[in-house]
């Protein structure tokens, strides 16, 4: 009969001993898992914020990527609000001195071409010449007016219009054969600029080749427009198709998307927070998001 006393009186004290211990087992448990969700709270990224933008049709028509042309004139609206003198940009006050006093431009654009006069400068090319850059609507009808269709174009049809084009010559030779000129067309993208109406493709543009006349679009968009030989027409139909480009240009990723009037956008932040939004002056917008 005793030979079963000790067998339990072992079992009495484990059982004891593990009713005992399991809260403080489930305690431990409890914190180690607090600890673990903490820890992993502290390596969350920041919540990113989502902005939601409204594209109305009103944005259709302002923007450095707008097309200009017989289909499509712009309106006096989309005539860019930074308008300055050539001569009010230090450097190409300098450079230029009165010959530019009455030549105006888009403050960015006007900035961008005096960097891309100083890198010329650099390259030892130095006879430039600037002959003609914004031209209000009622200065255009003016020139129409005395040239007449054959070689001017009526109020909105001209990218002088916008605030956003330069003649551009050479105090040498015709921009066609001097050094200036062909330095530009292999150059001005660098600076957001592109030759707007190239020799081959006329078909396209409908204006004769002009070796002088240069459109700022800002960058990326010169740069992809350079690698796929596009004109701005060929660009935003590019665009369009595509929807969504991606290209970098230096260390700078950008992300190109093409939105219809009336869409809705969603820009999710702080990734590629930086943003630009341009119309396209035809049926919506242009978006570049960026991350520098």
């Known amino acids: 009969m005793k030979n079963w006393i000790l067998p339990a009186i072992l079992i ?3 059982t004891a001993a593990l009713v005992i211990s399991i809260p403080f087992l489930q305690h431990e448990e409890t914190q180690n898992e ?22 109305n049709a009103n944005q259709i028509f302002q923007g450095d990527l707008l097309l200009a042309n017989n289909t499509y004139p712009i309106k006096q609206t989309s005539i860019k609000e930074d308008i300055v003198t050539l001569s009010s940009i230090e450097e190409l006050g300098k450079q230029f ?3 530019v ?18 890198a010329a400068k650099k390259d030892g090319l130095v006879h430039f010449s600037v002959n003609s850059g914004f031209r209000d609507f009622e200065e255009q009808a003016k020139l129409y007016k005395e040239m007449g269709s054959s ?11 916008l605030g956003l084009s330069l003649d551009v010559g050479s105090t040498m030779m015709k921009m066609e054969n001097a050094p200036e000129g062909k330095w530009m067309a292999e150059n001005a993208w660098k600076f957001g600029f592109i030759l707007r109406y190239p020799r081959d493709k006329t078909d396209i543009t409908g204006i004769e080749y002009e070796p002088w006349h240069f459109r700022y679009v800002g960058l990326p968009h010169s740069a992809l427009m350079k690698e796929k030989d596009f004109v701005l027409e060929e660009y935003i139909d590019y665009l369009k198709k595509e929807k969504n480009v991606m290209t970098t240009v230096g260390e700078i990723d950008y992300y ?3 939105h219809p009037v009336s869409d809705k956008l969603e820009i999710v932040e ?3 927070s930086q943003y630009e939004i341009s119309g396209n002056n035809v049926d919506g917008v242009v978006v570049t998001r960026y991350k520098k």
């Open 101 to 118: 006093d009455s030549i105006s431009l888009s403050k960015e654009a006007g900035l961008e071409f005096s960097k891309m006069m100083d």
């Open 256 to 258: 190109i998307s093409y």
């Open 151 to 161: 070689y001017a174009l009526p109020p909105g049809y001209s990218e002088h219009n």
């Open 97 to 99: 001195g009165t010959s």
């Open 12 to 14: 009495t004290i484990i």
């Open 34 to 55: 607090s600890t673990i969700v903490t820890n992993m709270m502290k390596r969350e990224p920041p919540v990113k914020k989502i902005k939601t933008i409204d594209i």
């Open 270 to 272: 702080p990734i590629l």
